[in-house]
């Protein structure tokens, strides 16, 4: 076994194997293993991505196993949300009123859930095999489905059945693709659903056409990207604040990648103009769908589920133009975005204790009643928003520069309107949600405010370092690995 191997083994046992300290661990010691377990997962993820992106040229590819610059890309990301998350989390279960067990067994089941979660989720960009990649992927379903219904009340166990039920039935189409590419490619056995072992697909263009749209359908799904998003605002409205960044900064970015892994092994046999057409059409599509509820008064929460819409949009075209330029600004928004989403949601934890009409209500004026929530909160939605100097700004430069670049002119202008509009709609957002009219709020509560504002000095310092490195990334071989893919 190499030393990538045993990185992305370690990193997936580490959070697995807290799950089941949490399981054994007594009551009083819950939270300090947790804890630990999230530190030493960290460790190992920050590790495994080091590895992976300093050496983006020599990647480990097997038949089950993937190390490369975009496996380390995002299982960087997943690990240091999944460390917030965990942080984050005794000043969420503070506020708890009500869950689907009994207290004395909440703090237990929370973690343990929560813990699994993670642990399949890291797991996910490490697939080397399409069939083990819709396992897990399916797996991520069945841990984060209890997690949005954790609170027991009525509208989160109809956002949690939602869930299960609209992305089981869209993975349940991407199975049939699955099955479809099996039947079509030489040899037996799972190994032949490697993602180099698709690129010998060999029962024709049209049919291996009709297994890569009903792939890209099936996870679409899962990934939020409209038409087929419907889970996601509820989903995000009523799961735990950091089961949302989790769910959002994550796994929705770890599920694309399995969509882009698919376009880059079935190009070759579809075509790559119609393989990336495919995903163009879903960006607009989600970038279209997104913008009217990006102008309208939303709760906090929902507000940022629907840029998760827009976002996993800008991302999906990016990777469909598939230009030098386009990637660059593909690797810098889905870290940007990670960061500033994962805060949006921790501030909510806060946000709910200080004003709890933001459940379901808009807010405003939070900054002239709790500057440093108000401060947060600004961050989260600027970033989100593309205000420079923050990277998501020069991310979508990028994206649309490298449509133009790759020919796709109509697809890009198309692009350039959409994101315009859609800034226009955060940024109102911004402007209202903190220094709107205030109301008047107990100034007292506000649970986890300090935690949230070491968070985002710490996520403003790394946006900040990550808007630097959009410098040099168009022309390195971290950009030019992500262009390979797995070869």
């Not at 010998?200 to 099936?218: E, N």
Request: include cysteine; hydrophobic fraction near 60%.
């Amino acid at each position: 076994m190499t030393s990538r191997e045993a990185l992305a083994v370690g990193v997936v046992a580490a959070p697995a194997l807290g799950a089941v300290l949490v399981a054994l661990a007594p009551r009083r010691a819950l939270t300090a293993v947790a804890t630990g377990a999230a530190l030493v997962t960290c460790a190992l993820a920050i590790a495994l991505a080091a590895v992976a992106l300093t050496g983006p040229g020599n990647p480990f590819v097997g038949d089950w196993i993937v190390v490369d610059a975009a496996a380390g890309l995002l299982i960087g990301v997943i690990g240091l949300v999944g460390f917030a998350s965990v942080l984050v989390s005794p000043a969420y279960l503070g506020t708890v009123r009500s869950a689907l067990v009994g207290p004395e067994r909440r703090t237990r089941t929370y973690y343990l859930l929560l813990l699994a979660f993670w642990a399949i989720l890291l797991a996910v960009p490490l697939a080397g095999n399409l069939a083990g990649a819709w396992l897990l992927v399916e797996a991520t379903t069945a841990a984060s489905a209890v997690l949005v219904g954790f609170s027991g009340r009525p509208r989160a166990l109809e956002a949690g059945w939602k869930y299960l039920i609209l992305t089981t039935l869209g993975l349940g189409f991407a199975l049939l693709g699955i099955v479809l590419l099996a039947a079509g490619t030489p040899g037996g056995g799972l190994e032949t659903l490697s993602w180099q072992a698709l690129q010998a697909y060999d029962s024709g263009a049209d049919t291996a056409l009709v297994a890569y749209v009903l792939l890209l359908a099936g996870l679409a799904a899962k990934i939020g990207w409209a038409p087929v998003h419907n889970w996601l605002p509820d989903a995000h409205a009523e799961a735990p604040p950091p089961v949302s960044a989790l769910l959002s900064a994550a796994l929705l970015p770890a599920v694309l990648l399995v969509a882009w892994r698919s376009e880059q092994s079935l190009a070759p046999v579809v075509g790559p103009a119609t393989a990336q057409g495919i995903l163009i059409g879903f960006g607009l599509v989600s970038l279209a769908v997104a913008v009217p509820f990006l102008w309208r008064p939303l709760a906090w929460k929902r507000l940022l589920a629907y840029s998760s819409l827009e976002h996993m949009g800008v991302i999906a075209l990016g990777i469909g133009f598939a230009t030098p330029l386009a990637l660059a600004g593909v690797a810098v928004h889905i870290v940007a975005h990670a960061l500033a989403k994962a805060l949006g949601f921790y501030a909510a934890v806060p946000l709910l204790g200080h004003e709890p009409r933001a459940a379901g209500h808009s807010v405003t004026g939070i900054a002239r009643t709790k500057p440093a929530l108000g401060a947060s909160m600004g961050v989260s939605i600027g970033v989100l928003a593309g205000l420079p100097p923050f990277p998501l700004f020069a991310s979508e430069v990028l994206i649309v520069a490298g449509g133009f670049q790759a020919g796709r002119t109509w697809a890009a202008a198309a692009a350039t309107l959409l994101l315009a509009l859609g800034f226009l709609g955060l940024a109102h957002a911004l402007v209202e949600t903190t220094i709107g009219k205030a109301h008047r709020r107990d100034p007292t509560q506000a649970p986890g405010l300090r935690g949230v504002a070491v968070l985002t000095g710490t996520c403003v310092v790394l946006l900040l370092v990550l808007s630097g490195a959009v410098l040099w990334l168009p022309g390195s071989d971290l950009v030019e690995a992500l262009l390979q893919g797995v070869a």
